[in-house]
């Protein structure tokens, strides 16, 4: 594509010129313009404001030898000047212009209603528009490579159509640019919340191949938890984020979008050479708008930038690329905070799923940072559990040393360590333990019973509970009751039983065992 050639600017010696190429020399509109290099429309201008001022001759009367005089004779205002010169409270006009449905133009109306012969509307516009520029100058950024990033979405979508079902879904048009530079990113992702947010800086940085000392965004609320005009509070996933490309985030003010001029020219841009590019093509998956959005910034970021000269990738390399502090060794790893409240049963709800903490901190409030694979609880700045994050919804994750020791004993219980422990008491304890168990139809029916069984020992030691268990298995009374009975009634020190108790003689009103089958 040719470059377009800039316009010359004029000055007063080339009007002098126009002036005596027309009227002493006789030229042509055309010919003037063809020897000068000046551009047709405004050589015609010039003439037609000579001939309005009375100049259609040369040499020019005496006293316009000035080139200041000269130039206000031309240039100086068409019309008739206001009888009434009063001038409006430009104050209570930029207090009235904030009121919904307020117009310069009414206002203008309302002006002449009480002066009648005062500023026109042309002149009324100009005469604010001067106002405003002295209230309200406006600052210069000095931009310097290396300095800011500057980011922001881009008001349009591109949708992109489910190829399966035919859902259409609109997909949001993430932008960056250092301000230096001006070299252009963009990005397509399904949404703007946090991960997605989150990805796409972190696809900006790798694509500059360097991170930026302030990270200037928008008051998104992935981004910003309180937008706060002074203090504003960063969302604790994205400073950790920032934390880690080792950048400070500097959002910009509510409403200031000069905040962030790069970004919001950038926008702009890419909404125009890229957006309005895709209108008319159709998408089926994110991977596919994303090459054809980095084939168009590619295209953009090479183009030629009337400004400087050069195109924005030159740029970069040139006064960018090596101001940027290196990525990090390691990637971000994505990973969300929230807050909890500890649960009576010493567990944390998250995501439908129940996590175990020490039972000290039952009723407090935990920080809880959760990645892909695990869970972390923190209190009071220190991490205080650790776990790997389960997919089962309202499961159970716990850790027996954050039980009570009383919860501790009940959750350690098995068949095998009953066993173990009634074996180191005696042979017939063992022995009823294990009866205990098995004539249950499930093993642990009968936990409760053994651990009564075995904690008889603290209470009248081991030979006794021994003694006990061996009259209880000969008697077959095989509970936690039978057992206590015979300690606490003093059986087990009476002399043992050598046989077997005799079965009653038969008799018309006692019931066999037929009677209960």
């Keep these: 594509m040719p470059r377009r050639k800039q316009a010359r600017h004029t000055n007063v010696k080339d009007i002098r010129s126009i002036l005596r190429l027309t009227f002493e020399q006789g030229l042509s509109i055309r010919a003037v313009s063809e020897r000068l290099k000046i551009s047709k429309t405004s050589i015609s201008t010039y003439l037609l404001r000579a001939r309005e001022a009375g100049l259609a001759a040369w040499p020019l009367p005496t006293g316009l030898d000035d080139d200041e005089v000269l130039e206000e004779r031309l240039f100086r205002r068409i019309g008739r000047p206001p009888r009434d010169t009063h001038e409006p409270n430009w104050s209570k006009v930029v207090i009235e212009l904030k009121r919904k449905g307020v117009t310069l133009h009414l206002l203008w109306q309302e002006y002449r209603e009480s002066h009648p012969d005062g500023y026109g509307y042309t002149w009324f516009c100009c005469r604010f528009a001067d106002y405003e520029s002295r209230a309200k100058p406006t600052y210069r950024s000095r931009h310097v490579g290396g300095l800011a990033m500057e980011c922001d979405y881009a008001g349009h979508t591109i949708p992109i159509i489910d190829p399966s079902t035919g859902e259409i879904r609109a997909a949001q048009i993430y932008v960056a640019v250092p301000s230096a530079s001006q070299l252009t990113f963009a990005y397509a992702s399904f949404s703007q919340k946090l991960p997605d947010w989150i990805e796409a800086n972190q ?78 093509e159709r998408f089926f998956s994110l991977v596919d708008l ?17 400004r400087y000269g050069k195109s924005r990738r030159a740029l970069f390399d040139e006064v960018e690329r090596t101001q940027l502090k290196p990525l990090p060794s390691t990637p971000f790893e994505y990973a969300e905070w929230k807050t909890a409240k500890v649960h009576p049963d010493y567990h944390i709800e998250v995501d439908k ?99 009564g069984v075995l904690s008889l020992a603290r209470r009248y030691q081991s030979d006794r509970l021994e003694l006990a268990c061996e009259r209880a298995l000969v008697i077959n009374a095989l509970s936690y009751s039978s057992v206590a009975n015979i300690l606490r009634s003093g059986l087990d020190q009476a002399p043992a039983m050598s046989e077997a108790v005799k079965p009653a003689p038969p008799h018309g009103n006692i019931r066999g065992k037929t009677y209960y089958q």
């Design 203 to 280: 696809r900006a940085f790798s694509f500059f191949g360097g991170v930026t000392k302030t990270t200037i965004c928008d008051n998104l609320k992935s981004a910003v938890a309180k937008a706060l005009w002074f203090e504003p509070t960063l969302n604790a996933t994205f400073a950790a984020f920032a934390e880690h490309y080792d950048t400070t985030v500097v959002p910009a003010r509510p409403r200031h979008p000069r905040d962030k001029p790069s970004a919001e020219g950038t926008v702009l841009i890419v909404e125009r050479w890229v957006l309005a590019r895709l209108r008319n």
């Design 290 to 306: 994303n090459i054809r959005i980095s084939a168009l910034i590619e295209d953009l970021n090479s183009r030629t930038m009337r």
């Design 353 to 451: 799923t129940f996590y175990s903490v020490p039972h000290g901190l039952i009723g407090r409030r935990v920080d809880v940072r959760l990645t892909y694979r695990a869970v972390e609880i923190f209190f009071d700045h220190k991490r205080v559990a650790s776990h790997i994050r389960s997919s089962q919804r309202s499961g159970h994750v716990t850790i027996n040393e954050h039980m009570p020791k009383a919860h501790q004993r009940y959750a350690n219980t098995t068949p095998h360590s009953l066993r173990s422990e009634a074996a180191k008491v005696g042979t017939n304890t063992a022995t009823f333990i294990e009866r205990l168990l098995s004539d249950r139809p499930h093993p642990e029916q009968g936990y409760r019973s053994a651990q």
